[in-house]
């Protein structure tokens, strides 16, 4: 707990992990889903996203969330394309 104080004074950043552990388990998390909404219009260059994972054990109730930022390049006059799981009825694209 001090720890997380002094880092905070001193402005360090903590690295987490990109995919967290099961706390319990020390078992590498499964992504369960995605929360969020892409940038869609000119105007937005940012779009933030909530990545949901679940502990792989069975019986295991730990989840855990990052909040994940996409950047892309607004390009004048013309809508960038919105990833497949964001359209509704769309199939994911084939290798």
């Not at 903590?14 to 995605?34: A, S, T």
């Not at 909040?67 to 769309?90: H, L, N």
């Amino acid at each position: 707990m001090v720890m997380k104080y002094i880092n905070w004074v001193l402005r360090r950043g903590v690295e987490e992990p990109d995919i967290p552990e099961c706390p319990d388990h020390k078992l590498q998390m499964r992504l369960r889903g995605m929360q969020g909404r892409p940038a869609r219009f000119s105007h937005q260059t940012e779009g933030e996203y909530t990545h949901i994972y679940y502990c792989p054990y069975e019986g295991c109730n730990q989840t855990a969330m990052r909040q994940v930022a996409k950047s892309q390049a607004p390009v004048p006059g013309e809508a960038p394309d919105r990833p497949f799981y964001a359209r509704s009825g769309d199939a994911p694209p084939k290798p």
